[in-house]
């Protein structure tokens, strides 16, 4: 099998390991109720478990440069998964509020040093194919959680156990993402490349992108999280209409994120950025002017197309920015995290001291900060296509560094 061949080849099986990761998150969402009705939480208490993953997935991220050096990216990615995947099994096991904590905190390391693995092997496969498949990749990842939580849905409507419907899932897709795993690019570092350290901070290649991701997570975490209260207490919604906000945030933002490396190829990542933050920035105004929800929805469903691209395409900038791809992505991927983790609780807080309004206008001037940040894109844009100047007789044997 030539090396396109193998490309195209893993394109595929890593395009349904974003799915299976995805997926995971997706059924886990839907059993959150149970969760709290099962251990009588108060809603402070579940926000207070539920912060938990973000930091687990925070501090576990540095993790990951180390762990693909030492196994290889095909035998990392394939061990995180499943690792992933049968933590999805746990929390629904906590007997206590403290348990579910440190549950949640180690599902949501698993979760990240994941999500770092199968980026650096989504950006080795890009480079391979020699154009743009991030964003698909990151649409597939949307596509597996909206597809898997209409499956826990219909497990909560049916009033199945969440225990054994966790575990039967988890068995199930560590099953299916082991095998997909097979197909995988098996790049592994140079004899004489020093392994990275356990635990680093984020390379200073990484900030800027990292800033950008920052931008786009935050305006994500705050619609995701506060648009269906805003259409209720700004727009006057009904529960239904309101609820409605999140489905239109999300299936735009997936329906982007599929079509968004066409968007990618044809005006490179800085102008696409660029056209993706003027799109968010539209969509925020038609939130924070409105006082109906019938303009308000649109203007989620905006700031879903136009954030869309944006971390996919920061964490293909990371992946080519630095000596480590899975260290630079994993730094690009802590600041996102972590602008996930405080978007909501900011967005609390000015709405409390101000308005949601007020909160949606930062929301608004964030996104409108794409256009300006886009160029830290730059430096990556014109070698987003490069080869490798000497590839190795055996490209599975060459230097991670020269993703």
Same mark, same amino acid.
């Given at each position: 099998?030539?090396?396109?061949?193998?490309?195209?080849?893993?394109?595929?099986?890593?395009?349904?390991?974003?799915?299976?990761?995805?997926?995971?998150?997706?059924?886990?969402?839907?059993?959150?109720?149970?969760?709290?009705?099962?251990l009588g939480l108060s809603p402070g208490q579940l926000g207070l478990a539920l912060v938990a993953p973000a930091i687990g997935a925070s501090l576990a991220m540095p993790l990951a440069g180390r762990v693909v050096h030492r196994y290889g990216a095909r035998a990392?990615?394939?061990?995180?998964?499943?690792?992933?995947?049968?933590?999805?099994?746990?929390?629904?096991?906590?007997?206590?509020?403290?348990?579910?904590?440190?549950i949640l905190f180690l599902y949501g390391g698993a979760a990240g040093m994941a999500d770092v693995a199968m980026n650096a092997q989504g950006v080795e496969v890009e480079r391979r194919l020699d154009r743009s498949i991030m964003s698909g990749l990151h649409g597939?990842?949307?596509?597996?959680?909206?597809?898997?939580?209409?499956?826990?849905?219909?497990? %909560?409507?049916?009033? @199945?156990? &969440?225990? !054994?419907?966790?575990?039967?899932? =988890?068995?199930?897709?560590?099953? *299916?993402? $082991?095998?997909?795993?097979?197909?995988?690019?098996?790049?592994?570092?140079?004899?004489?490349?020093?392994?990275?350290?356990?635990?680093?901070?984020?390379?200073r290649s990484a900030l800027a992108i990292g800033l950008v991701g920052f931008c786009a997570v935050f305006a994500e975490g705050a619609s995701m999280d506060w648009g269906g209260v805003y259409l209720r207490d700004v727009t006057g919604a009904s529960p239904s209409? %309101?609820?409605?906000? @999140?489905? &239109?945030? !999300?299936?735009?933002?997936?329906? =982007?994120?599929?079509?968004?490396? *066409?968007? $990618?190829?044809?005006?490179?990542?800085?102008?696409?950025?660029?056209?993706?933050?003027?799109?968010?920035?539209?969509?925020?105004?038609?939130?924070?002017?409105?006082?109906?929800?019938?303009?308000?929805?649109?203007?989620?469903?905006?700031?879903?197309?136009?954030?869309?691209?944006?971390?996919?395409?920061?964490?293909?900038?990371?992946?080519?920015?630095?000596?480590?791809?899975?260290? %630079?992505?994993?730094?690009?991927?802590?600041?996102?995290?972590?602008?996930?983790?405080?978007?909501?609780?900011?967005?609390?807080?000015?709405?409390?001291?101000?308005?949601?309004?007020?909160?949606?206008?930062?929301?608004?001037?964030?996104?409108?900060?794409?256009?300006?940040?886009?160029?830290?894109?730059?430096?990556?844009?014109?070698?987003?296509?490069?080869?490798?100047?000497?590839?190795?007789?055996?490209?599975?044997?060459?230097?991670?560094?020269?993703?």
């Amino acid at each position: 099998m030539d090396s396109h061949q193998e490309a195209r080849r893993a394109r595929v099986r890593i395009a349904l390991v974003f799915a299976v990761h995805g997926a995971v998150t997706g059924t886990f969402v839907t059993r959150i109720p149970w969760i709290q009705d099962h251990l009588g939480l108060s809603p402070g208490q579940l926000g207070l478990a539920l912060v938990a993953p973000a930091i687990g997935a925070s501090l576990a991220m540095p993790l990951a440069g180390r762990v693909v050096h030492r196994y290889g990216a095909r035998a990392a990615v394939r061990g995180l998964l499943a690792l992933w995947c049968l933590a999805l099994a746990l929390p629904a096991l906590a007997p206590n509020l403290a348990a579910l904590w440190i549950i949640l905190f180690l599902y949501g390391g698993a979760a990240g040093m994941a999500d770092v693995a199968m980026n650096a092997q989504g950006v080795e496969v890009e480079r391979r194919l020699d154009r743009s498949i991030m964003s698909g990749l990151h649409g597939m990842w949307s596509a597996g959680g909206l597809i898997a939580s209409g499956f826990g849905v219909l497990a %909560a409507h049916q009033q @199945f156990d &969440a225990r !054994a419907q966790l575990a039967v899932t =988890a068995l199930v897709l560590t099953a *299916l993402g $082991v095998s997909v795993c097979s197909g995988l690019i098996d790049v592994r570092p140079a004899e004489d490349e020093d392994a990275p350290p356990r635990f680093a901070l984020p390379p200073r290649s990484a900030l800027a992108i990292g800033l950008v991701g920052f931008c786009a997570v935050f305006a994500e975490g705050a619609s995701m999280d506060w648009g269906g209260v805003y259409l209720r207490d700004v727009t006057g919604a009904s529960p239904s209409i %309101a609820a409605a906000s @999140f489905t &239109a945030f !999300a299936a735009t933002m997936t329906a =982007a994120r599929l079509a968004g490396d *066409l968007v $990618v190829r044809r005006l490179g990542p800085v102008r696409a950025v660029r056209v993706s933050g003027c799109v968010a920035t539209l969509g925020g105004l038609l939130v924070i002017g409105s006082d109906s929800p019938y303009l308000a929805i649109p203007g989620f469903a905006l700031i879903g197309i136009g954030i869309a691209v944006v971390v996919p395409l920061a964490f293909a900038a990371a992946g080519r920015s630095g000596g480590n791809p899975s260290q %630079a992505i994993a730094g690009v991927a802590t600041i996102t995290y972590t602008s996930g983790l405080i978007a909501p609780a900011v967005i609390g807080l000015i709405a409390q001291t101000t308005s949601l309004t007020v909160s949606f206008g930062v929301v608004t001037a964030l996104t409108a900060a794409l256009v300006l940040s886009a160029g830290a894109l730059r430096q990556n844009a014109s070698s987003r296509t490069e080869p490798s100047a000497e590839p190795s007789a055996d490209p599975d044997r060459r230097s991670v560094n020269a993703a």
